[in-house]
């Protein structure tokens, strides 16, 4: 579901700065800033780069019991997992196009503020299982900022950190657990001596 919903929010960006812009290519993509070897990656560059920063348990009290907890001596199974997604939408532009970079994560910014609820209602493509989307800023203190561009590689770049809530993994998808069977190896036996 966290894939989904990224994606989701991704073309929801490319779909309104298409639009706005008359843009023929992907201004948003779902990628980080660097590769697996800390080079900057390709695919962000002169675009906003949306990625995740950290995922959490959603800490909003549920109108449910304690997972796996019995009903009428049954159990109930575990119940689903709600999880707020934060995600860094960023300007990876260029130095001399950088003021571009500028208004497109600021015309993004506009889309969320418009459209702060993703809904079935107002996004008929919204994957099945997911109910809602909601998308707020969540600001960084300048240590936090700090410390956390320097986990991602040091290299600041004009962003907004976005808290995605409730990206919901639903108990349901494992119902249960089949061991593998498998045949027991084959014994080995000496050779007879010949007579």
């Known amino acids: 579901m966290i894939d989904q919903a ?7 960006l490319n779909g309104h700065l298409a639009g706005r812009f008359a843009s023929p290519e992907d201004i948003v993509v779902l990628a980080p800033l660097t590769d697996a070897e800390g080079k900057p990656a390709d695919a962000t560059r002169n675009r906003l ?3 995740i ?4 348990e959603d800490a909003v009290p549920r109108n449910s019991k304690r997972r796996g907890a019995s009903v009428l001596g049954q159990n109930a199974g575990p119940e689903a997992l709600h999880l707020d997604v934060y995600a860094m939408l960023a300007a990876s532009y ?3 196009i950088y003021a571009e970079g500028l208004k497109m994560l600021s015309s993004a910014l506009m889309y969320i503020q418009t459209y702060p609820v993703l809904t079935p209602q107002n996004t008929p493509e919204m994957p099945k299982g997911l109910q809602q989307l909601s998308l707020e800023i969540s600001n960084l203190k300048v240590e936090e900022s700090s ?5 991602l590689g040091g290299r600041y770049v004009p962003s907004v950190m976005l808290k995605i809530r409730t990206v919901t993994l639903a108990s349901g998808a494992i119902t249960s657990v089949t061991p593998t069977i498998r045949k027991p190896a084959a014994k080995a036996t000496p ?5």
């Open 6 to 12: 990224l994606t989701l929010i991704t073309a929801k």
């Open 49 to 51: 780069a949306l990625f």
């Open 53 to 56: 920063t950290n995922i959490a």
């Open 94 to 96: 260029d130095t001399n």
């Open 147 to 151: 410390q956390l561009w320097g986990n």
């Open 191 to 195: 050779d007879r001596a010949r007579t």
